[in-house]
T-cell receptor, first 112, second 115 residues
Framework: QKEVEQDPGPLSVPEGAIVSLNCTYS??????FMWYRQYSRKGPELLMY????GNKEDGRFTAQVDKSSKYISLFIRDSQPSDSATYLC????????????FGTGTSLTVIP | GAVVSQHPSRVICKSGTSVKIECRSL??????MFWYRQFPKQSLMLMAT?????????EQGVEKDKFLINHASLTLSTLTVTSAHPEDSSFYIC???????????FGQGTRLTVV
């Protein structure tokens, strides 16, 4: 079993829709959770990070962590064509130094 | 956020030659940098962890002699693909985590094509 599972998609939605992207994980020691956006042929860019359980909102993006279910989500409101990209979740524990664990990424297309 | 710069963004080389990719932390010092490889529509595969002033730590299955990593300063790590072959063609990405930050920051990536 992989440490982090993420549905690769592809996911296609109309402009303005609410998008839900999810990852599950198996290691209960994970405490730091990140979402990255990667455009084609570019390096990943950090969107949001959260610590432990709870919600965090930044503009149209909301990151949610449910540690009891080992489940994290990224919601995108009022999706735009410019949101079309691959979204990667990543996580780490507090004791593994620099080791990051990545999901496989979900490919999202927002149709105008 | 912190800035990681990677150069070149794309390179084409002949089979058998070597290619060097640079990764720089522009506004912070990075004692540790990471090198990833990414195949089309796949996630990041960690190749090695680069440690300033010491040898890199390679992941299982990654050839140390083929992928040479040098981390000679706190702001620069290099990955040299030696005797490149077409199967080495891929997207290579570096990242670093500044001290005090939880998250890592990525370079722009380098698309290597070996012909």
């Amino acid at each position: 079993q992989k440490e982090v599972e993420q549905d690769p998609g592809p996911l296609s939605v109309p402009e303005g829709a609410i998008v839900s992207l999810n990852c599950t994980y198996s290691n209960s020691a994970f405490q730091y959770f990140m979402w990255y956006r990667q455009y084609s042929r570019k390096g990943p860019e950090l969107l949001m990070y959260t610590y432990s359980s709870g919600n965090k909102e930044d503009g149209r993006f909301t990151a949610q962590v449910d540690k009891s279910s080992k489940y994290i989500s990224l919601f995108i409101r009022d999706s735009q064509p410019s949101d079309s990209a691959t979204y990667l979740c990543a996580m780490r524990t507090s004791n593994t130094g620099n080791q990051f664990y990545f999901g496989t990424g979900t490919s999202l297309t927002v149709i105008p | 956020g912190a800035v990681v710069s990677q150069h070149p963004s794309r390179v084409i080389c002949k089979s058998g030659t070597s290619v060097k990719i640079e990764c720089r932390s522009l506004d912070f010092q990075a004692t540790t940098m990471f090198w990833y490889r990414q195949f089309p529509k796949q996630s990041l595969m960690l190749m090695a962890t680069s440690n300033e002033g010491s040898k890199a730590t390679y992941e299982q299955g990654v050839e140390k002699d083929k992928f040479l990593i040098n981390h000679a300063s706190l702001t620069l790590s290099t990955l040299t693909v030696t005797s490149a072959h077409p199967e080495d063609s891929s997207f290579y990405i570096c990242s670093a985590r500044p001290t005090g930050y939880t998250e890592a920051f990525f370079g722009q990536g380098t698309r290597l094509t070996v012909v």
